[in-house]
């Protein structure tokens, strides 16, 4: 998202020949995925995390251009909002005591970095949206400079050609129209990235869509949204409807919203690709010279800008990635539906329980997406992201179960085995998938942890409330201590 764009106006010219190319692009791409070549012999995988920014008293800290130049390490970037930054983390191998790797380094990476915003009056907070934002914060002088931002922010509200409305009914509801994305800053989650063969991407893809409802209620970190209680993973409604560029009138006629989980199981990565380029009109149709053909027929990796660009606007919960490093192109998953937080240790465990899970379900004899609707893998998520730990889901072979109940006695086991034939040791996935085991039989999570420490504080101002909880909670995000000990 982050990808620097020269600010520009678009013609009608531009959008017909960036179509063009779009569809050149995915030409070329079924040629590569016919040719086989792509890398799959030692797959890695990835991470990335989006943190907000607190001043002293928890209230949002408009800083990270300051922040980012006070940190100067690379894998920390610029995001949406003024108090948003990202960090990537360096890909590793799970057999390489990947998951261990991942959770040092990116302690180590954030505790470095915290010392640095500190020097600016910033500090650092893991979790999916901030409590202590308020509508006032949701204006164009948020923004971060990046031109990409309000280009695209531009083109989401004049392809809606209105105003963004936002309406929530939770344990509590909210109504709030926008005439920017900002909103969608709101919402900073933890992405994993899981690269795969053409051949298994498909399998790998579709379990992901049918576990996607109980990661989230085992995860879920983001009750609270301009101070009022709404869903467990409020993340997920919130984005939904922050970059629609639907009118009502659109959405009555069955147009497909870009933040979107799908509508079928697929065969083939190439699907996936291609309904975004056959169903999403251009946001930013920015050519580059490269003639992908012409690169292809030489012996070289086309980039395939225009079409990464495209896919890049349409933002799918677990989106196919293209990609090309030191010449040789890649395929992955990258999982967008978490939260961030509370802790390094949960969001590892969430991770390690992800990738062994995915793996498993991609490689069973009888898919389990041939025994479920994608509809029914739909409605679980976003009951999910209603309810979280409490949430009841639709599963084959058991009916409605308790999602809690599900992570024990069915799916942990799977994930342990998963995590077993990608070459992670018993140590490793003992530690990892036993947070997974605890958060489940407490019946707890970052949101349920922030929820019930606001019901015992109930102070005369609810957003004081926020700020103290919130600051609570930054203390124990820093002690690494799971959520699941919180008391």
């Not at 989401?156 to 939770?170: H, N, Q, T, V, Y």
Request: proline share 5%.
């Amino acid at each position: 998202m982050g990808e620097e764009v020269d600010p520009q106006e678009f013609t009608r010219a531009d959008r017909t020949q960036y179509r063009e190319k779009v569809r050149r692009n995915l030409d070329v791409f079924a040629r590569m995925l016919r040719e086989s070549r792509f890398d799959t012999d030692d797959p890695m995988t990835g991470l990335e995390v989006e943190l907000n920014l607190i001043d002293a008293a928890g209230d949002p800290a408009l800083r990270n251009a300051e922040v980012l130049a006070q940190i100067a390490d690379p894998e920390f970037q610029t995001e949406l909002g003024q108090f948003n930054i990202e960090i990537n983390v360096p890909p590793a191998k799970l057999r390489e005591s990947g998951l261990t790797t991942f959770e040092e380094g990116l302690r180590r990476s954030l505790n470095a970095a915290e010392v640095k915003a500190s020097e600016v009056g910033a500090h650092q907070v893991m979790i999916g949206i901030l409590p202590t934002l308020a509508e006032g914060h949701m204006t164009p002088a948020t923004m971060s400079a990046n031109p990409r931002y309000a280009l695209l922010s531009d083109q989401i509200l004049a392809a809606r050609g209105e105003d963004i409305s936002i309406r929530i009914d939770g344990e509590e509801s909210l109504q709030t129209t926008t005439d920017t994305i900002i909103p969608e800053a709101a919402c900073t989650s933890m992405q994993l990235h899981l690269q795969t063969s053409p051949a298994d991407f498909p399998s790998y893809w579709n379990a992901a869509q049918a576990i996607a409802g109980v990661q989230l209620a085992i995860s879920a970190n983001s009750p609270y949204l301009f101070g009022r209680e709404l869903w467990r993973e409020t993340r997920i409604p919130l984005f939904e409807q922050a970059t629609d560029t639907r009118s009502d009138e659109l959405k009555a006629q069955g147009v497909r919203p870009r933040v979107w989980f799908g509508e079928r199981w697929i065969t083939s990565v190439f699907d996936l690709f291609e309904e975004n380029v056959r169903y999403f009109p251009s946001l930013l149709p920015v050519q580059a010279d490269e003639d992908p053909l012409a690169v292809l027929a030489a012996g070289g990796t086309p980039s395939l800008s225009e079409l990464r660009l495209h896919n890049g606007t349409v933002y799918r919960w677990n989106r196919p990635v293209y990609d090309v490093v030191d010449d040789v192109p890649h395929l992955r998953i990258e999982n967008r539906l978490l939260a961030a937080g509370p802790t390094v240790a949960d969001m590892i465990a969430n991770a390690a329980f992800w990738f062994g899970l995915v793996r498993a379900l991609g490689s069973q004899q009888r898919p389990l997406w041939s025994q479920m609707s994608f509809s029914a893998a739909e409605e679980n998520f976003h009951v999910a992201a209603r309810h979280g730990v409490e949430a009841k889901i639709y599963w084959p072979g058991v009916g409605q179960v308790a999602a809690t109940e599900l992570v024990l006695r069915r799916l942990l086991p799977l994930a342990d085995q998963g995590l077993a034939d990608a070459g992670v040791g018993a140590e490793e996935r003992d530690r990892y998938l036993g947070i997974i085991e605890q958060r489940c039989s407490a019946q707890t999570s970052g949101a349920e942890w922030f929820v019930a420490r606001m019901a015992q504080r109930r102070g005369q101002d609810r957003l004081d409330d926020l700020r103290g909880t919130l600051l609570e909670y930054v203390e124990r995000m820093h002690s690494n201590e799971p959520v699941h000990t919180w008391r």
